[in-house]
């Protein structure tokens, strides 16, 4: 009978060592997001999730979806990219705002998020910032390109009434290339093509 207890026992334990292997560790819950460790999304005090360096669009969640969402979400940086950020502070790399239909203003949402991501921005030294406007695919390829290049100026003015003298901005259009969108508008009604392109009429500011 004892030996049978002994026995019972030592399977008992090998299939509890086995059951807490199986499980996923709290990182690959979610890939290209930074967790607590538990399986918990780490975020900044905006809400925002921070991504890992390896984070790509194809991972993107509903609960952190930039693509889907516009608002800003912080970039992890590795350790060697974070010499050049002030002690005890972690500057995000990249920004995405977006724009209403066949307009250059920025709205208000755009302007909140700018603020925040240049006083980060402040923290780093003489960075270079790259401005890169966009638009979607409706109209001409000419008049998109100028559009686009109107998006990219309207955000480095903005940049310019804040003091602008914290960085170094290069600023460029890129008419209706490089979508974000990418195919999944092309099913959608007429009605419902400016809302799809939304993610498509931006500007992308990234520190270099």
Known sequence: MKKCNTLAVVAGCVGLFLGGCAGKAPDDAWPGYRTDGKGALLKTTDGNCWRT???TEDKAV????????????????SEASTKKVAPDTVAPERLRVTFAFDSAVLTDESRIALKAWYQNVASLEGPVVAVNGYSD??????????LAAQRA???ATWWKEQGGSIATLQVEGHGEDTAVSG????????????????QDRRVELQVQ
């Open 137 to 146: 695919p409706l109209g001409g390829a000419a008049y998109n390109q100028h």
């Open 62 to 77: 509903p609960e952190c979806d930039v693509a889907l969402t516009g608002e800003p979400v912080v970039v992890v940086k």
């Open 183 to 198: 195919s999944r508008c092309q099913s959608v009604s007429a009605d419902e093509l400016k809302a799809c392109y939304r």
């Open 53 to 55: 360096a390896d984070w």
């Open 153 to 155: 100026q309207a955000v």
